[in-house]
């Protein structure tokens, strides 16, 4: 079945009744679709990460639970349902924030709002139930694994506001 995105303009408000299909790069000059991004800092300040299985594009970076927002589904709404599809985790909504969006390109011509939360969760690694399509390990880890992972270039992308949202939630 074919996924369909919501699409967005440059203020980042949903235009009605356009609607965009996954894969067909069919977005105008000014429009987006949703990606959103979820860091779960543990109360002791560790952070969650996860690897992308080895047949999928960029298998084996390191990254944060991610995905597109489905038609319909708010910000909120859709990073809540990655988590639980990548991860086997239920996220309480209370307990997550908005910390920041950017406009964002990709490498094969799709432009996205970026919408990055950050969630604290009593992380436990054998709670985790790993979606085996998309996910092949976690970690759990401290803010300067993660901040020396980036360096080394061990994510999948480079994310520009790490340093802040390590910062402001460990």
Known sequence: MRELWDVYGENFQKIPGRIAVRGKHDLGMNEYHLVVYAWIFAFDGRVLISRRQKGRSFGGAWECPAGCAKQGESSQDAVLREVEEELGVRLDPAAGELFCRYKRRFPMGAKAICD?????????????VLQKEEVCDVQIISPAELLSMQRAGAFRRRYPYMEEMIAQHS
């Open 116 to 128: 990055v939360w950050v969630f604290k969760h009593p992380l436990c690694r054998e709670e985790l």
